[in-house]
């Protein structure tokens, strides 16, 4: 592990220099395995947040206070100790160019992380491919990436759109609810222009974006789904 | 207890086949549909994994790992063909 960087009070990402790395493709993640003194191991899957350009492979992790793994990685983990990965893993929620677009990337919480990459890598390489951002967080300060995102919106790289679900400052423009069929049509391209979409977040959020997706009149194989949630993180 | 999706045993799959399964394509024993693997229905918290079709939720995989040995059961598929 290289460094560390608190994105919001309860995520860290973390960055790590790999030996024997392969490179990864924008939406993979590995598997952390921890093994403790007395041989008792523990495996969980993260998404990949860095762009396969970025230099450091990064791994964005929230903290599960009833957690196996991610206790340790937000809390105990320091530049320098060493991690056991396997990866990367996964071929089917990846975006690279030739799959096209335009593309809509809808976060449920930590799950904007294997879209950051996807967004990074959209960046990275030029592409022309138009790009928007749903993410539903609980509040501002559950945002990750929170300066990057306005950075990249700003510079017209990524149109993002926001729904709080808890709290929401004082004035708020975007939307303050969870996801929902409405702000879906809102945000989406219409189902003619046949957007590629990613989902990624707890499984009941991804349900429900999928399936209010496909009400809309989207076709289901544009529609790919990466769920997290319930495994003890 | 929510399902996760076929992403959760990407790596498990990966170990087992020594390539890239999620973009597979797997045949349901039971309703004869076809589902990328990275679409089925993925239940961890048992002491094995169960992978189930989305459309029937017949079962299609047991993964079991038990004394360093894993174990794949795919008798709930008719089919799996990776991807070409």
Redesign the interface.
């Known amino acids: 592990m290289v460094e560390l960087f608190a994105e919001t009070p309860r995520t860290k990402s973390i960055a790590f220099e790999l030996d024997r790395w392969p490179g990864h493709r924008a939406g993979q993640?590995?598997?952390v395995r921890l093994t403790a003194e007395d041989g008792y191991q523990a495996q969980r899957?993260y998404s990949i947040a860095s762009a396969p350009e970025d230099e450091l492979v990064v791994l964005t992790v929230e903290r599960l206070d009833d957690g196996e793994v991610s206790p340790y990685l937000v809390d105990e983990m320091r530049p320098g100790d060493t991690l056991e990965l396997?990866?990367p893993?996964?071929?089917?929620?990846v975006w690279e160019s030739d799959r096209g677009g335009p593309l809509l990337l809808v976060a449920g919480g930590s799950g904007v992380a294997p879209l950051h990459s996807i967004l990074r890598h959209h960046q990275a390489i030029g592409s022309s491919v138009p790009v928007r951002l749903l993410y539903s967080a609980r509040s501002l300060a559950d945002v990750i990436y929170l300066p990057e995102l306005r950075r990249a919106a700003a510079e017209g790289a990524v149109d993002v759109r926001y729904t709080l679900t808890r709290e929401r400052p004082e004035g708020w423009q975007g939307y303050g609810r969870r996801i929902d069929e409405e702000i879906l049509a809102d945000v989406a391209w219409s189902p003619g222009e046949r957007p590629l979409v990613y989902v990624c977040g707890p499984?009941?959020f991804v349900e429900t974006a999928a399936n209010a997706l496909v009400d809309l009149g989207h076709e289901p194989g544009r529609i790919?789904?990466?769920?997290?949630?319930?495994?003890g993180g | 207890?929510?399902?996760?999706?076929?992403?959760?045993i990407?790596?498990t799959l990966?170990?087992v086949f020594g390539r890239?399964m999620?973009?597979a394509i797997g045949t349901c024993a039971s309703c004869g549909r076809r589902s990328?693997?990275?679409?089925l229905a993925v239940y961890?918290?048992g002491p094995g994994t169960v992978v189930r079709c989305r459309h029937c939720a017949g079962l299609v995989m047991v993964i079991v790992a038990a004394h360093g040995v894993g174990c794949v059961d795919l008798q709930g598929l008719e089919a799996l063909e990776p991807?070409p």
């Open positions: 993640h590995v598997d899957s396997r990866g893993v996964g071929g089917y929620f499984s009941a790919l789904t990466e769920r997290f949630g319930a495994t | 207890m929510t399902a996760l999706d076929g992403n959760a990407a790596g990966a170990a890239e999620t973009t990328l693997v990275g679409e961890v918290r991807e």
